[in-house]
């Protein structure tokens, strides 16, 4: 566990050394036909690296890029059309100066992202694919563990928790030190309650209520609330209509003691961190 508080420490991310002395954005990047929310839109290597372009000069300081959709009922693909998906875009990435993530849970997919140079993995699966760690952990990249209950293909089915923010906690202390135990150091984790992933909108509400529980485990929690369906139920928005839900949503979360939030609207989410900045900061 560290010792800093996330708020007075840094993430090592692969050539990048970032502070959380303030929230961190990382824009979502789906390079997918199927993604909830922006499927389709930027399959073409070349729409996806100016849509990154855009999040970044909009202010984002990671950019995640995905080759596989994880929305439920979601089909699954194979690591050579994620690779496929993927590598031309984390090419025209490289120069871009912001940390490169890849959202992946395949160890295969993860070496040749690793080779191509990214920075951080982030796997919805938390590593727990044989040899997953193992790709990491030689390199200098970050890596996000994120829990889910259950498979994407049936976990909004019945989830089932005694005490969601407990279980979720512990599962996230489990697999960061697992992360440890292979070598990657304290300051290249992150950890993520995997809102929507094998949760009911209450078990959602808790765990947004709960967050500082899971920033008390002494690693950066990342928040992905970002456009979900748990946001439609609340405002009965449809997905291309919840920019502000998702704003009020990851501003909630950093509140709650969130140090990274994974949003589609770069801009508005670093517009509504800077003021609660200000104010966090006024002396
Ligand atoms: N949510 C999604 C995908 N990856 N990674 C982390 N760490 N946390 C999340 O909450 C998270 C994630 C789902 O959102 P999106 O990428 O927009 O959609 P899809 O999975 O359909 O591509």
């Known amino acids: 566990m560290n010792d800093l508080a996330p708020e007075e420490s840094s993430l090592r991310c692969g050539r990048f050394v970032l502070s959380l002395a303030r929230p961190l954005v990382m824009g979502v990047v789906n390079i997918t036909p199927d ?7 930027y399959l073409d290597a070349d729409a996806a690296v100016e849509h ?20 439920p009922g979601a089909e699954p693909v ?11 875009a984390l090419e025209g990435l490289r120069t871009l100066g912001v940390a490169i993530s890849v959202d992946t849970s395949k160890p295969d997919v993860m070496r040749a992202a690793l080779a191509g140079g990214a920075d951080m993995i982030n796997d919805i699966w938390a590593f727990r694919a044989e040899g997953a760690f193992e790709e990491v952990a030689p390199t200098n990249a970050a890596v996000c ?21 407990g279980e979720v906690g512990s599962f996230l202390k489990e697999r960061a030190l697992a992360a440890k135990r292979l070598g990657i150091d304290d300051d290249r984790i992150v950890i993520d309650p995997g809102f929507g992933f094998g949760k009911s909108l209450q078990h959602n509400l808790c765990l947004l209520r709960g967050l500082k529980d899971l920033a008390g485990l002494g690693w950066p929690v ?11 139920t609340i ?8 920019v502000h839900a998702s704003v009020a949503a990851a501003l909630l979360a950093v509140i709650n003691g969130a140090r990274i939030v994974r949003v589609h609207d770069v801009g508005a989410t670093r517009d509504a961190i800077a003021v609660f900045q200000a104010l966090h900061t006024l002396s």
């Open 35 to 41: 993604s909830f929310s922006d499927g389709g839109e």
């Open 52 to 71: 990154a372009r855009e999040l970044a000069r909009e202010g984002a300081d990671i950019i995640d890029i995905g080759g596989e959709s994880t929305r």
């Open 78 to 88: 194979s690591a050579s059309e994620e690779l496929k998906r993927i590598m031309p």
């Open 145 to 165: 563990v994120m829990h889910m209950q259950g498979q994407p293909r049936t976990m909004q089915v019945a989830p089932h928790y005694d005490d969601v923010v």
């Open 222 to 232: 990342l928040v992905g609330l970002s456009r979900k369906s748990m946001l439609g």
């Open 235 to 242: 405002t009965g928005r449809g997905v291309g209509d919840r």
